[in-house]
């Protein structure tokens, strides 16, 4: 079973729509959640951070956290075509980040 | 703040030969240091973990002898990949974890390297 899975996509959205993104995770102790973003051939950039159950907003983005049914969603609003990239998933384990694959959005300008 | 540099951003070389890419935190003391590699299309694999002034760890499937890493310095950890073939192409990628910044990774700009 894969440690953190991710919703496969492709993901095409619209620009100004909001484009959703999920994560499962199998760890149910695990207590950090990353959400990076990775161009393509560039490296992965950190976008948001959550710890505690909820929502977390960071300008257009927003993470939400469920430790209960061990799952994480990241939301994008106002999608801009600048937004099109592959969304990594990451939760620690044992200080590991454990990434998904991925899923890649579009953004139709 | 939080940034990580690696060196060189890409690297041809022939097959047996050995390459020693630097990562480097400019603006932080990283505690620890990792090690990823992504082949196209796919999500980052961790190889290993290095802590300054020890052994790195290894994950499964690693060879630590083909794979070098020494984190001498809380600023600077070192790959080196060791007689190069052709399916050691791939892009590695650095990351550092600073003391008092909890799990957070700041990851490097990546090494692309393609072996002749």
């Known amino acids: 079973q894969k440690e953190v899975e991710q919703n496969s996509g492709p993901l095409s959205v619209p620009e100004g729509a909001i484009a959703s993104l999920n994560c499962t995770y199998s760890?149910?102790?695990?207590?950090?959640f990353f959400w990076y973003r990775q161009y393509s051939g560039k490296s992965p950039e950190l976008i948001m951070s959550i710890y505690s159950n909820g929502d977390k907003e960071d300008g257009r983005f927003t993470a939400q956290l469920n430790k209960a049914s061990q799952y994480v969603s990241l939301l994008i609003r106002d999608s801009q075509p600048s937004d099109s990239a592959t969304y990594l998933c990451a939760v620690i384990n044992d200080y590991k980040l454990s990434f998904g694959a991925g899923t890649t959005v579009t953004v139709r300008a | 703040g939080a940034v990580v540099s690696q060196h060189p951003s890409r690297v041809i070389c022939k097959s047996g030969t050995s390459v020693k890419i630097e990562c480097r935190s400019l603006d932080f003391q990283a505690t620890t240091m990792f090690w990823y590699r992504q082949f196209p299309k796919k999500s980052l694999m961790l190889m290993a973990t290095s802590n300054e002034g020890s052994k790195a760890t290894y994950e499964q499937g690693v060879e630590k002898d083909k794979f070098l890493i020494n984190h001498a310095s809380l600023t600077l950890s070192t790959l080196t990949v060791t007689s190069a073939h052709p399916e050691d192409s791939s892009f590695y990628i650095c990351?550092?974890?600073?003391?008092?910044?909890?799990?957070?990774?700041?990851f490097g700009p990546g090494t692309r390297l393609t072996v002749l």
């Open positions: 990351s550092a974890r600073g003391e008092g910044a909890g799990d957070t990774q700041y």
């Open positions: 760890d149910r102790g695990s207590q950090s």
